[in-house]
C-alpha cells in the first residue's frame, strides 16, 4: 500500500514540498533575525516571531498547491515502426539514473508518520496535564481566592480564575481557557512574602489575559507540520521566550518593582518540574529564567540570541536552496550523444542530427507515426551485428548511428563501434558497470518474459514501451468483459520530450493477449460495437 502511495504523483509533490520548505523557512528564520535585532519590545518580537511561524506553516500549503499534480493526460500513442526511435534517441526514462520522483514519494510517508508521532507525543503531554489539573490538589485559603480574584481584575482579566495548590506541580502554572485554573505547589504561598506571591500570580493572570494557553496549543499543532525543520524550532523558541518577556512586562507594570519579581522568580527557580514543558501549561519560570532575571534587572542585550541563528539561517538557506534545486521537477536527462561516430580513423564520421523538440506532445507523438525513410542500399550484415542493429537496439539508435554502422567494413570496426554506442550513453563514465547497458538488456529479457504472444515480447506495443520508456508509475489492469475489451492503462507522471501524467492505453481486441496501443481510446468497447 506505501509501495502505490510513494508511486502517486501526489507524494512526488508532497515530498518536493518538504524541499522546498527548508529554503523557504530558511529566508523566513533569517527576515526575523533582522527584525529581533531592531526591535526591542517584546511585543514587536512575539508578534514577528508568530508571523513567522503562520508564514512557515502557509509557504507549505502555497507551495504544495503550485505542486499539486495536473490532472492525468490519456494519449492513445499510435504504433511506432521497428526501426522508429523517440525524437532524440535514447532513453526517454531511464532506469539507470535515480529518478527524483521516487526518492520525493518515499519522503510523504516519512513525514507523515513524523507527524503523527509528534502529535501522539502532544496528546500525551495533554493527557498529563489533565492529569495534573484534577490528581492531588486542593483548594485554597478563601483569603488568597479573594486575592485572585482581585488581582484579576487589576489585570483585566473578565473571566474566574481557580486557583488550586497541587501535590504534583512543582512550579506555579497556569491551564485551560474557557476556565483557566492556576496551581501552585504545596508550601509557595506560606514560603514566599505575600507581595512576591502576588507577583507570580499576576503572571499567570497575565497569560490568561493575552490567551497564552490557545496560542501555545495552535503554536504546538504548527510544530508538528514543520518537526523536521531546524528554523522552526527556533522560531518557536523565540515565541515561548518573549511571551513570557511580554507576562513579565505586565507584571512589572502592574507591581512597579522589577527588583521585587526578578527575587520571586529566583526563589521558585528550583521548583521546575517536567509539568513546565508540557505542551498546555504556562509555567512561571518558562523560558531562560536567568535571561529573564537579567532582563527585569536591564543587565542583558537586546541582540542576545540573534546573531547565531542568523548566521545559521544563511547557511541553512544556501543548503536547502542547493537542495531544493536539486529537487525541481526538471526533466531527467537523456544521455549525452556525441556530435560525431567515431571509428579509429578507418571510416567516415556521420554526423548525428538530434530530431527538432516538438511544440507539443500531440505534435511529437504524430511525428512518430509515420515509418522512417527507407535507407539507401547497403550491404547486409552478418547476422550477429544485424540482430544487434535491428532487434536489440533498435528503439534507441538514431538513424544517423543505423546508417553509420551499416556503412563498416569489417567485424573490428563493428565490435569499436558497438562498445562505443554503449560507452557514450554510460551515466556513470570510468567505472567498470555500464548502468544503461545492463537495464536495456533487462528491459528487453522482462518484456519477452512478460508481454510474449505469438511474437517475442519486445517487438510488441507494451514491450517497445516499456524498453523506451521503463516501468510505468502506475499500472491498471481491466480484464475483458462481455461488452469490452480487456485493457491496460499506463501511467508515467513524466516522460521526457512528451509531457507530464502521460496515461498510455493497450487494448487486448481479439482477445489473444496481444494488446496494442490504441489510436482511440473507445477501441475497448470493440466487442459491444462487434454485436
Not at 63 to 84: C, F, N, S
Not at 165 to 193: F, K
Not at 305 to 313: I, Q
Not at 353 to 358: H, N, Q, R
Request: net charge positive; aromatic share 8%.
Amino acid at each position: 500500500m506505501i509501495e502505490n502511495f510513494v508511486r502517486m504523483p501526489l507524494a512526488a509533490a508532497i515530498g518536493r514540498t518538504l524541499l522546498h520548505s527548508l529554503w523557504e523557512g530558511a529566508v523566513v528564520a533569517l527576515m526575523l533575525s533582522i527584525v529581533l535585532a531592531a526591535a526591542r519590545r517584546p511585543v514587536v518580537r512575539y508578534a514577528a516571531a508568530c508571523a513567522a511561524m503562520i508564514a512557515m506553516v502557509a509557504g507549505i500549503g502555497v507551495t504544495l498547491v503550485m505542486l499539486w499534480p495536473a490532472p492525468a493526460v490519456r494519449y492513445a500513442l499510435p504504433p511506432l515502426a521497428l526501426a522508429g526511435t523517440v525524437a532524440g534517441g535514447g532513453f526517454a526514462s531511464p532506469m539507470n539514473v535515480v529518478k527524483p520522483a521516487d526518492v520525493f514519494g518515499w519522503l510523504a510517508p516519512l513525514w507523515a508518520a513524523g507527524v503523527v508521532l509528534f502529535y501522539l507525543r502532544g496528546a500525551a503531554g495533554w493527557i498529563a496535564a489533565r492529569r495534573l489539573r484534577r490528581a492531588g490538589v486542593c483548594e485554597v485559603a478563601a483569603f488568597w481566592q479573594e486575592c485572585v480574584g482581585q488581582l484579576a481584575a487589576r489585570m483585566g482579566v473578565t473571566k474566574a480564575v481557580a486557583l488550586l495548590e497541587s501535590a504534583l506541580a512543582e512550579s506555579p502554572v497556569v491551564m485551560g481557557h474557557l476556565r483557566p485554573v492556576v496551581l501552585l505547589p504545596i508550601g509557595l504561598l506560606a514560603g514566599l512574602p505575600a507581595a512576591q506571591v502576588e507577583a507570580i500570580l499576576l503572571h499567570e493572570l497575565a497569560h490568561v489575559r493575552r490567551r497564552d494557553y490557545l496560542v501555545n496549543l495552535m503554536q504546538a499543532a504548527m510544530e508538528g507540520i514543520l518537526f523536521y525543520h531546524p528554523a522552526v524550532w527556533w522560531v518557536s523558541g523565540v515565541m515561548r521566550s518573549e511571551r513570557e518577556n511580554c507576562c513579565d512586562d505586565l507584571v512589572v507594570a502592574a507591581t512597579g518593582s522589577a527588583r521585587e519579581y526578578a527575587s520571586a522568580l529566583i526563589a521558585i527557580e528550583g521548583m521546575r518540574t517536567a509539568g513546565a514543558a508540557l505542551v498546555t501549561p504556562m509555567a512561571a519560570t518558562g523560558g531562560s529564567l536567568m535571561k529573564r532575571v537579567a532582563r527585569l534587572l536591564g543587565r542583558s542585550s537586546w541582540r542576545d540570541g540573534v546573531v547565531m541563528p542568523a548566521v545559521a539561517a544563511v547557511l541553512t538557506l544556501a543548503v536547502a536552496g542547493a537542495v531544493a534545486v536539486q529537487g525541481r521537477p526538471a526533466p531527467v536527462r537523456k544521455a549525452q550523444q556525441p556530435a560525431a561516430v567515431v571509428v579509429e580513423k578507418k571510416a567516415e564520421s556521420a554526423p548525428l542530427v538530434k530530431a527538432p523538440a516538438a511544440e507539443t506532445p500531440k505534435t511529437l507523438l504524430a511525428q512518430n507515426t509515420a515509418p522512417p525513410a527507407p535507407p539507401a542500399a547497403l550491404p547486409d550484415l552478418p547476422p550477429r551485428y544485424k540482430k544487434w542493429s535491428d532487434n536489440d537496439v533498435v528503439y534507441i539508435i538514431t538513424d544517423a548511428e543505423k546508417k553509420a554502422f551499416r556503412q563498416l567494413a569489417t567485424d573490428e570496426e563493428r565490435d569499436y563501434f558497438m562498445k562505443q554506442f554503449w560507452d557514450r550513453r554510460d551515466p556513470t563514465p570510468g567505472t567498470a558497470e555500464n548502468e544503461m547497458k545492463e537495464e536495456h538488456y533487462r528491459r528487453i529479457g522482462y518484456a519477452n518474459a512478460l508481454f510474449s504472444t505469438t511474437v517475442p515480447g519486445w517487438k510488441t506495443d507494451r514491450g517497445r514501451i516499456y524498453i523506451q520508456y521503463g516501468p510505468a508509475n502506475e499500472i491498471e489492469s481491466h480484464p475483458g468483459a462481455a461488452d469490452q475489451a480487456a485493457f491496460e492503462q499506463w501511467h508515467y507522471r513524466y516522460i521526457d520530450g512528451v509531457g507530464q501524467n502521460i496515461i498510455i492505453e493497450f487494448v487486448d481486441k481479439d482477445g489473444t493477449g496481444d494488446y496494442r496501443m490504441t489510436m482511440d481510446p473507445n477501441e475497448k468497447d470493440a466487442l459491444l460495437k462487434q454485436k
